[in-house]
C-alpha cells in the first residue's frame, strides 16, 4: 500500500485545494493530510479565518482524503519522520529551498517528492480580496 502526505492550511476551503487534494489521492493507495495549526500558519502567513478545529474537520470530511491530522509546522518534515510516508505531495507555490528540503528527507527514507501544480486563480487570499472588494463597492 503507497502512502501520501500532503499538507494544507484550507483557511475558507476552495475548488482549488479539492482539486489540489483529488490529484494527490491519484498518487497514492491511502492520502493523510497535515492541516496546519494557527501557529504553523503564522510561520509564513496571517493567522487564518478560520480556526484550526474548523479546517481540520472540513479536510476530514473530504472524500479523497484518508485521514487528516495536525501539523504543528510550516514544514512537514517533523510530521514526514514520523509518518515515513512512500510519497510528499508538495505544491508548486513552495519555495525551491523548501521543496529541496523535503526531497532530501524524502530520499533518507526511501519515498519521493511528487510536486503538483497549484491552482489558479484561486486562493484563499484572493477569495478573501475579492469579498472585501465586493464589500466596498456595494457599500458606496
Known amino acids: 500500500m503507497k502512502i501520501g502526505y500532503t499538507y494544507v492550511v484550507a483557511d475558507i476551503f476552495h475548488f482549488g485545494h479539492l482539486r ?3 490529484r494527490g489521492k491519484k498518487l497514492c ?5 497535515g492541516v496546519l495549526t494557527d501557529e504553523a500558519t503564522m510561520e509564513k502567513k496571517q493567522k487564518p ?21 495536525i501539523q504543528k509546522t510550516y514544514s512537514p518534515i517533523p510530521n514526514v ?3 515515513k510516508p512512500d510519497i510528499l505531495i508538495e505544491s508548486a507555490s513552495h519555495t525551491k529551498e523548501a521543496i529541496k528540503e523535503a526531497k ?5 527514507i526511501g519515498g519521493k517528492v511528487k510536486v503538483l501544480s ?3 486563480p484561486q486562493s484563499s487570499t484572493s477569495i478573501k480580496l475579492k469579498i472585501l472588494n465586493e464589500y466596498k463597492r456595494n457599500k458606496k
Do not use: F
Open 20 to 22: 489540489y487534494l483529488q
Open 29 to 33: 493507495d491511502k492520502l493523510i493530510v
Open 49 to 69: 479565518t478560520i480556526s484550526y478545529k474548523e479546517r481540520l474537520e472540513v479536510v476530514k470530511s473530504i472524500k479523497c482524503v484518508d485521514r487528516a491530522i
Open 81 to 83: 519522520k514520523k509518518l
Open 104 to 108: 532530501e528527507t524524502m530520499e533518507k
Open 118 to 120: 497549484y491552482y489558479n
